[in-house]
């Protein structure tokens, strides 16, 4: 008897000890295999083949990605080059003419491109040219990109790796991170400026110091999943960040518990996004994001590189500086806005605050009378000027959108049902008559004839003409009145696109009647039938409810100006932390949607608590 309870005794200490050995190195260290993340990497490829329709990387290299220079290729082809295509001379070709026929008004857009053309192995004098008028230019991100430059062995005469090195350390937020306003950090600047600073980390011991911060605060804005959040919306890009600075400092996530949380590293974090195609979305079960996959792609790729010994994603294989001077190519005249201009290396605060053109004041500048809608389709044939009390405020009404004098068209329904009755009542005869008289067949027609008619009354389908109606939506149960309108002030003057109107105003502040359960989205999808106004959404099947993300309006798209550039809506002065698909108006509500050219922050947002 005491055998056995010694022997019970023995087991169950032998159970305990080997639970506290096998429980902690579960937890910190992954099944996440370097084969994993090139079938991960691989998928990627093959998806963007056969979304080019290219039969090998090559072709893909020869004909997408160098069509697309300078608009939505770079980044692909900046990773190849490190996966180590050398080849990029036709991407070179095109990204040279681009430039050449475009004034790029982004500093941080410029230095993008000098890496592009340093990863394609370019002597493009271009890469050395827009240094000292893009390195501080345009706040954080172009300190960021200007020593990512000059990491590669480039100069100029304004400034060095080291000052720059220095600048960047005393624009640290006191919690450790980076950001491009404000005192806090964010989790993908901070990522990024960690990218920059690798190549001086262990050399440095002010960037060490640094850098140890950085990793405390991405440590702990980590959440459980393994994943990341930025502006309260979980997504993938913030986490392909952190795994791209990690892979530059040499960090291997897989065994460093500071990334590992609740049994979850960055790949769980990741992967969360994957879809079967292998490309990756913005949001959890949403539909491909291009932003989203790029960065994942590009992530995986310095994960391989730290694994097998090499340089840093941004330390770049195929850069060539000749010793002899390059033929000397004349770069784009550039033109800098009086924002860019304000900053200087030893200000991190003035770095921080010139982000682009000043934004409209919180409350909307008063709009005359006079002031015609910019627009794509037929203006309204009146418009009147109301001022509210406190005289800041115009609202534009239109006596040709007035309810009572809204025509309607007749429906396509009734003729469509009609017709699909008619066929079902012919086949029915059809059947009847070569003797095919089984019950079961004309179920079978009924259901078929049921569901055609059900489909026609729960969809509606418009012309672009009437889509654009030009006359607004009526609304019977309206519980109030909420104004909108649509500015791009950032980019105003920085394009010759007949898009952009020189006062910056696509849609001034503008009335419109709402219902219980508005949303912003909604109401930005009346405005845009009612003054022909185009929009691209994602998300959501285009739904009105859920993560809606709003990609272009008036035909200027995210990206247009930048890596950081797109649409943000205010609500009463404030950036909400939801999709526009999710915020529900009140009456009285002031929304406007604005474009940004540094994610928000060069319009003096101020967030939603």
Known sequence: MKNKLLSVLLCLISAIMLSLYVIPYSAECSDHTVG??????????????????????????????????????????????????TDLSAYERSLTEYLGSNNIASATSREKYALALCAAGSGNSYITDILDGSIGE?????????????????????????????????????????ALFGGYGDIDVTAMTVQSLAPYYHKNPAVDNSVDRALDFMSQKQMDNGGYQSFGTPNPESASQVLTALSALGIDFRSDDRFIKNGNDLMDGILRFRLTDGSFSHTEGGSSNET???????SFVAFRRMTEGKTPLLILDNRRQDTTPPQHT??????????ENTTSPQSSSS???????????????????????????????KTTSTVSASGTESIITSEAVKAE??????????????????????????????????????????IIAGAGIAFVLITDISSADEYYSGSKKVKEKTVGTVT??????????????????????????????????????????????????????????????????????????????????????????????????????????????????????????????
């Open 138 to 178: 345009q706040g954080m991100m172009s300190w960021i990109y200007g020593l990512h430059v000059l990491n590669n062995g480039y100069a100029c005469s304004g400034f060095t790796a080291d000052s720059v090195v220095d600048t960047i350390v005393s624009m640290q937020s006191p919690d450790g991170g980076w």
């Open 36 to 85: 994993e993340v090139d079938d991960l990497i691989g998928g990627i490829v093959s998806y963007k083949l056969g979304q080019s329709g290219a039969g090998s990387i090559e072709e893909w290299l020869e004909n997408g990605i160098a069509e697309g220079a300078g608009r939505t290729t770079d980044w692909y082809a900046l990773t190849l080059s490190q996966c180590g295509y």
């Open 292 to 298: 989203a996959t790029v960065q994942a792609y590009y």
């Open 405 to 446: 004098e809204i025509s309607h068209k007749g429906s396509y329904k009734p003729k469509i049902i009609i017709i699909i009755a008619g066929s079902a009542l012919v086949l029915a005869l059809i059947m009847l008559i070569i003797g095919k008289r089984n019950i079961k067949n004309f179920i079978f027609i009924g």
């Open 484 to 609: 909108m309108e649509i500015r791009c002030d950032t980019v105003a003057g920085k394009s010759d696109s007949e898009h952009i109107p020189a006062d910056g105003v696509i849609l001034p502040p503008t009335a419109f009647d709402i219902e219980t359960g508005d949303t912003v989205f909604d109401i930005l999808t009346e405005a845009a039938q009612s003054y022909g106004i185009q929009v691209e959404n994602k998300g959501s099947a285009g739904g009105a409810h859920g993560m809606v993300y709003i990609s272009g309006i008036n035909y200027i798209y995210e990206y247009d100006f930048g890596d950081l550039s797109g649409w943000v809506y205010h609500v009463n002065g404030i950036t909400p932390s939801r999709s526009c698909g999710e915020y529900e108006l009140s009456d009285g509500d002031r929304v406007e949607w604005l474009y940004t050219c540094e994610i928000g922050h060069d319009l003096n947002e101020v967030y939603e608590k």
């Open 330 to 339: 004349e770069a784009p005249a550039q033109e800098h806005t009086a924002a």
């Open 351 to 381: 770095a921080a605050a010139s982000q682009g053109t000043t934004a409209p004041a919180t409350e909307t500048s008063a709009v005359s009378a006079s002031t015609s809608l910019k627009k794509t389709g037929t203006s309204p044939a």
